[in-house]
């Protein structure tokens, strides 16, 4: 048994350098994992909270080219466990910015008002939340104008998907 202690005693020191870094290494790791975890929950519920505060539920669904929205709202409003459903109207389009094109629809949200918050052009925070949006004037979402680089001023064409 001694023998065992003097011979680890003497790997132990002989080997300091490397169970130093081991060491710095696994704290480095723990820290990393840390900070990866911390920034997921807080971005999670930052968009659970605004997600309740524009009022969307656990389910959202995009559908074109309904006969009836009012029927189709009033069915799924009288289905078991719903407590709400709301309708919005929004317009299918592809987009091209700067010489680039979008690779799929994007849902375009017709002005109405509604509780959306808005940028500033440099993303530092929130502006005013304009009255009413000009005829020729768009608001973009911050993926887009960072995707496009696109800038105030820009000229973004939208021809319209789906008919």
Sequence with gaps: ML???ILIRAGIKKHKGSLLGIGILLFLTALSLTAVLMTAFVGNRYIREEMERLRFGDLTAWASNV????FLTESIRGQEGVEAAETQRLIFSEYEANGMESDSEGQLVPWTGSGYRFFRSDLSGYAETP??????EVYVSPSMKSMMDLKPGDAVTFPIARG
């Design 3 to 5: 023998e065992h202690q």
């Design 67 to 70: 006969a009836d929205a009012d």
């Design 131 to 136: 009255e009413e949006i000009g005829e020729e």
